[in-house]
């Protein structure tokens, strides 16, 4: 295990905070002007985090966790500071879902070569802060994931 608060620096916190805010920006950027050519984001997140919404439906075949895939089919992307939410087509039934930004596992956009991989952390108990709604998705991830740039955050237990 990594530990990574040293002398009252919680370096933890600070990188976990990084990451997301990197992830948001991203998303922020495909939501105003949409998803550039050769680009496909992979979102895994923990759907049990208590901020997460996801179809009953899906959260029963995922119960712990699961990966989204944003690249051709995907609606209504709304980013805000806590979380965002999609629409998304399962199955060829349009879902919405929100994410938070602390229930991430993984961002990876393989076009670019990232990966960001970090550890979701206990979440406050408030509402995401955009409206719960929400291409294409599933719940495996496409490849493993280790070529590119990659990130890794371990939290502590």
């Not at 976990?16 to 050519?37: D, F, H, N």
Request: charged share 20%; proline share 7%.
């Amino acid at each position: 295990m990594v530990q990574l608060a040293s002398g009252g620096i919680d370096y933890e916190t600070i990188i976990r905070e990084q990451m997301a805010g990197a992830v948001r920006r991203v998303l922020t950027q495909v939501a105003g002007s949409g998803l550039p050519g050769g680009h496909a984001l992979y979102v895994e997140f923990a759907t049990g985090h208590p901020r997460a919404k996801t179809p009953a439906w899906l959260k029963a075949k995922y119960p712990v966790r699961m990966g989204i895939i944003l690249e051709n089919q995907f609606w209504n992307l709304k980013v805000g500071e806590d979380c965002f939410s999609v629409q998304l087509s399962f199955d060829g039934r349009h879902e919405e879902i929100a994410v938070p930004f602390d229930s991430l596992y993984a961002f990876r956009d393989e076009g670019a070569g990232i990966s960001l991989k970090f550890l979701p952390r206990e979440a406050p108990q408030d509402t995401c802060g955009v409206p719960p709604p929400g291409g294409r998705a599933g719940g495996e991830a496409p490849g493993d994931g280790t070529s590119g740039n990659v990130v890794s955050l371990f939290g502590r237990n």
